[in-house]
């Protein structure tokens, strides 16, 4: 069963920094384009960052280029994505996702999603 669990997020405060983890179950990354996404409350879900399941690929939305940088470690299975220089509107749930298909910041495009994480960013 594909599975897919996100951690690290929490409070902190502007320009401070958090890495999210995306821990994956069932299957392996080798096969698998994984994005990030996030919602804040009232508002829809954005695509964040995206990595191939080559890993050669990547895609940031233009409100987190230079910030966040999305990563992964194919021997402990799981997605990381590093958030530096942290906004108020960055405040939201950050989901991980699993396609099978392309890396893409289109949420339309993802199958399988993890339960998500809080980050909270605030002085």
């Known amino acids: 069963q594909l599975q897919l669990v996100e951690s690290g997020g929490g409070l902190v405060q502007p320009g401070g920094s958090l890495r999210l983890s995306c821990a994956a179950s069932g299957f392996t990354l080798d096969y698998y384009a994984i994005g990030w996404f996030r919602q804040a409350p009232g508002k829809e879900r954005e695509g964040v960052s995206c990595?191939?399941?080559?890993?050669?690929?990547?895609n940031y939305a233009d409100s987190v280029k230079g910030r966040f940088t999305i990563s992964r470690d194919i021997a402990v299975n799981t997605v990381y994505l590093q958030m530096n220089s942290l906004k108020p509107e960055d405040t939201a749930v950050y989901y991980c996702?699993?396609?099978?298909?392309?890396?893409?910041?289109?949420?339309?495009?993802?199958?399988?999603w993890g339960q998500g994480t809080q980050v909270t960013v605030s002085s």
């Open positions: 996702a699993a396609s099978d298909g392309w890396c893409t910041i289109a949420a339309v495009e993802y199958d399988y």
């Open positions: 990595i191939s399941a080559s890993g050669g690929f990547t």
